[in-house]
């Protein structure tokens, strides 16, 4: 079974130019969560997905930051205009229970913005 | 006050060693405890979840769960250099859906 994949896995982007992470989660997870690391801190809370539906946002650092699930199976999560500290690994985790808990992760996407 | 605290380490043990980690929490009606394994570049990996007090064995880990003093570690016995790797604690909140993690903890088990 092919776990959670994520896209790119490293990019590197100027100061207010956009780029959009990618994250397909295990095939039959209806939850899907986005995380973040900067450098040095812990992984925070972005957002949850239950199936399309956003069923907690409240991690998302400002409305430079757009995640979407279209069909209930794949996510994008989009930064425009990217801003230095928006530099870190973006994980995203897929589970079939909507507890939080038993939380299957990617390996991230590191962004690094110059 | 951070939800969640552990020490950064690095810890360090030789190989056959017990490793203890610890991780201790600020919400007291915290109901989930869990555990991640993180190489370097990698994804995390549960590893073990509790979610009631006193001890959970799996193979060489054991987790034990204080919820009076706030209180979660992980035992590592017969620890191995592929033990290696940042080891992250996390806690589900009462009031989301959400895991808070710690810092973690890097451990390091010498051969």
């Known amino acids: 079974e092919a776990g959670v994949t994520q896209f790119p896995s490293h990019s590197v982007i100027e100061k207010g130019q956009t780029v959009t992470l990618r994250c397909d989660p295990i095939s039959g997870h209806d939850n899907l969560y986005w995380y973040r690391r900067v450098m040095g801190k812990e992984i925070k809370f972005l957002l949850h997905f239950v199936k399309e539906s956003k069923q907690d946002e409240s991690g998302m650092p400002n409305n430079r930051f757009l995640a979407e699930r279209t069909g209930g199976t794949y996510s994008t999560l989009k930064v425009q205009p990217a801003e230095l500290e928006d530099s870190g690994v973006y994980f995203c985790a897929s589970s079939q229970a909507g507890d939080g808990s038993k939380l299957f992760f990617g390996e991230g996407s590191r962004l690094t913005v110059l | 006050q951070k939800e969640v605290e552990q020490n950064s380490g690095p810890l360090s043990v030789p190989e056959g060693a017990i490793a203890s980690l610890n991780c201790t929490y600020s919400d007291r009606g915290s109901q989930s405890f869990f555990w991640y394994r993180q190489y370097s570049g990698k994804s995390p990996e549960l590893i073990m979840s509790i979610y009631s007090n006193g001890d959970k064995e799996d193979g060489r880990f054991t987790a034990q769960l204080n919820k009076a003093s706030q209180y979660v570690s992980l035992l590592i016995r017969d620890s191995q250099p592929s033990d290696s790797a940042t080891y992250l604690c996390?806690?589900?909140?009462?009031?989301?859906?959400?895991?808070?993690f710690g810092a973690g903890t890097i451990l390091r088990v010498k051969s």
């Open positions: 996390a806690v589900n909140l009462i009031y989301g859906n959400k895991l808070v």
